[in-house]
């Protein structure tokens, strides 16, 4: 199961927390911890574009975590770099690595609040004109009393992860036809199920785009956007985050084509539901003691009670759990089954579940309660007890119109929803 994370970008992050130089951290960026345990800890892989590595500071903090760099050692093939070089040198791996530096120093800035954005981008060139040989401890020392030391250090790691001859990067398929933020929005805009204040946002948004960037060609640039746009009227706000959601469709399409996860855009057309097909959704803040939401997903989601959630664990149990026999083979098992059909991801989804069950037991504490369709299968992680897990018996294109309807009227809800253009079976 391959996934691009929307909201690890970093304009999909600060349109859809708001986080600022005040406030440079939200309660999404510990959400989004936990969905990248959940994602690592079932055996999936998390593909990246060249914009996330140089703009998230998600990732950069993840990096600084020892025990996740741990677990890249055990799984390396949880992460995987998909870029086009800006510059193409004799060493390709770098050329991809060093992409999106090459391609944030020709902007100037990052999205995400830092500190001090100048000196993010200055470590970026001299890394970019070090080269191949860049010695990345040294240049990182040189920067020692940066105020944003800590973040620099997880980009640093980061950067040197996919350095490494044993990371994965790769470039998109030559073949592969490249799409645009503004053909992403044409194709909303073709599809006859976009309606209401969805159709309205998307076709406003197309308006505003043609009348403050006179240039066509310019039109599919965000960058070129962003600065054509005023930040402080509401309607251009509301465009901005139809074009973060197009731009970062495109890129997904670019490097993982069938595994976008959107998040929650509060007050924004969930774009990529639209473009691809829902493959799964995680939804949250219910309330359990009988909301009208939660009956509708009792009567397709039998429960079956599991005493442990992946967002409670540290990396280092993460890492016991993937090195474990018994449990790590049923991992395995896993993997497989969830590219087969229902009854083998029950069967799968039970032997992981209790092969985890008495390595984790005692470690975490009774969560916030949530939801994971994955699939055939549904996930219940919290409750008034414990963590709940249950397999839907929806299959094909009831299950698919589950969670449509879920997308649709739980958007508040939406932690993430995986979408994908083509597959044979949901879940896939």
Known sequence: MRMYAHWLDGEYRKASTGVDIRQRWAAEDETAERVIKTLALFGGTLVLSDAQVVDSPVLWRLFTNSGFRRFLRTDPGFLELVARPVTRGPDVRWSIASAGLERAIIAGRIASPVLDGMAVISLFQDIVAAGPAADLSALLSA????????????????????????????????????????????????????????????????????????????????????????????????????????????????????????????????????????ADVMLARFDVTGSGAKKVMDRVVPEIPVVWDPGDLSWDEIVEIVENGTSGSARLGLKAALLSGAYETEDAVRQFANAVAPLVKGRVSAPTWWIWTLGPVAIRFGGPAAPMLGVSM??????EKAIVWAINNLRERVIAARVVESAKRIGV
């Open 143 to 278: 920067r020692k009393a940066a105020a944003d030391i800590s973040l620099l250090f997880g980009f640093t790691e980061l950067f040197r992860y996919f350095a490494l001859s044993s990371s994965n990067v790769a470039e998109p398929l030559a073949t592969k036809s490249q799409q645009t933020l503004y053909s992403v929005i044409e194709t909303a805009l073709a599809r006859p199920d976009l309606a209401g204040e969805d159709r309205r946002q998307v076709e406003a948004t197309k308006l505003l785009i043609d009348e403050v960037v006179e240039n066509p060609t310019d039109r599919d640039r965000r960058a070129i956007i962003y600065n054509a746009l005023n930040p402080v009227l509401p309607a251009h706000i509301t465009a901005w985050k139809v074009v973060v959601q197009a731009w970062n469709v495109a890129a997904q399409k670019t490097a993982c084509e069938t595994g976008g996860s959107i998040g929650n855009m509060p007050r924004s057309v969930p774009l990529g539901a639209y473009i691809d097909r829902p």
């Open 394 to 399: 929806l299959t094909g294109l009831a299950a």
